[in-house]
C-alpha cells in the first residue's frame, strides 16, 4: 500500500509540474489527462500529446478536452484508478501515523515519570541522562509525525476536493450548456437507468422553420427560442420523465411508464403553449413570426429498443413536417396506414 501511496504521488507531482509549465489550466479533466500521460498507460493519448507538443503547438483547453472525452470520458474509471486508491492510501497511513504518536505520548508520559522519580531519588545521574536523551529523541519524532500527518491530511483533502470537481465536471459534460437540459450523453446515461420491459413514450419535436429564424435575426435571438421552447418542455414534463436537447431545434422527450396516449395529450399541451409565444427583437422592434413545433409520438413495445423507438418517433415527426407542420402524429396511425411501416 506504501508503495502505490509513493508511486501515486511522485504521478501526482509530476503531473502538476507538466502542467505548470505548459500552462495547463487547473481542471480536474486536465488533472486527469495529465497523471495518464505519466502512467504511460494509453500510448494513444501520450501518442497525441507527444505530436502536439513536437509541433509547438499548445496544450490549450479544446485539444485536452477532446483527450479527455476520447480516452477518459469514463470519470467512475478515473475515480476507481487514481482517486479512490489514492485516498484509501492517504486514510490508512493516517490511521497509521495516529496510532504511532499515540504510542509515543504514552512513552513520552512513562519516562516523565521515570525522570521525576530519579529526580526525587537524587541518584543514578547516568539514568536521568538516558531517559533525558530517550524523552528528546521521542519528541522529535512526535513533532515530524505531527508535520507529515498536517501534510498527509492536507493531501487527503486534495483528493476529496478532486473527486468532487471530477464528479462536477462528469455532470457538467451531461448537461447542454445553452438550455439545461441533458445532452445527448446525458441522454444515453438516463436510459441506462429506464427498464425496456416497461410501458415508455417518446416525443421527438422539432422547431418549425428554425433556420429562417436563425438566417433573418441572427443566431443569437436562435438562441433565445431555443432556451423559451427548452422552457415550456421542462415545465410541461414530470419529475421522472427526461427532456433532451438532442441537437441544434430537436428534442427528445422520454415520458417515463407513460403511454403513447399519455404522450400525445402531452405533445399537444407543449406545441399548443409554444404556439403562443410572441417574440420581438428589442434591437429593431421587429416580431417574429410565430414559433411553432412539429412533434412526433411513439411508444415503447415489446422487444423493441431505444433505437428503434427513436426512429419510429422519428417517422412521425417527418409525417407531421409533411402534413403542414405545427402538429402532433402518432407513430401507430402511420403504422396502420401504412403497413409496411408497421415496427
Known sequence: MQENFHHAMIISEEAKKFMIFHNVAPTPSHYAVAYYYFTKEILSLNSKIDVQLAAYKPLDTIFLDSLF?????????????IFTPLGYTLSS??????????????????????????????VYKPLQNITTFLFNTIGQSKVKHKFLSTELYKASQEVSQLK??????????LIDTLTGLLNRRGCEQRLKT????????????????????????????GDK???????????????????VRYGGEEFIVILSNKSQQFAHS???????????????????????????????????QSNMTWSTLFN??????YKAKNSGRNCCVLASIIATQHPENAY
Open 93 to 122: 497511513t493516517l490511521a497509521q501515523l495516529d496510532h504511532q504518536v499515540s504510542n509515543e505520548k504514552a512513552a513520552i508520559s512513562h519516562l516523565n515519570k521515570i525522570s521525576k522519580a530519579l529526580g526525587q531519588l537524587r
Open 194 to 221: 429506464l427498464s425496456l420491459s416497461q410501458t415508455h413514450s417518446s416525443l421527438v419535436i422539432d422547431i418549425d422553420h428554425f433556420k429562417k429564424v436563425n438566417d433573418s435575426f441572427g443566431h443569437s435571438v
Open 69 to 81: 472525452v476520447k480516452f477518459l470520458s469514463n470519470t467512475q474509471q478515473i475515480e476507481d484508478k
Open 266 to 300: 402531452m405533445a399537444e399541451k407543449i406545441r399548443l403553449a409554444i404556439s403562443t409565444l410572441k417574440l420581438v427583437q428589442r434591437q429593431s422592434n421587429t416580431q417574429l413570426p410565430p414559433i411553432t413545433v412539429s412533434i412526433g409520438v411513439a411508444e415503447l
Open 164 to 173: 468532487q470537481k471530477l464528479e462536477e465536471s462528469r455532470q457538467e459534460a
Open 225 to 243: 427560442v431555443i432556451q423559451l421552447v427548452a422552457k415550456i418542455i421542462k415545465e410541461h414534463v414530470a419529475s421522472d420523465d427526461i427532456p
Open 312 to 317: 419510429n418517433a422519428d417517422q412521425a415527426l
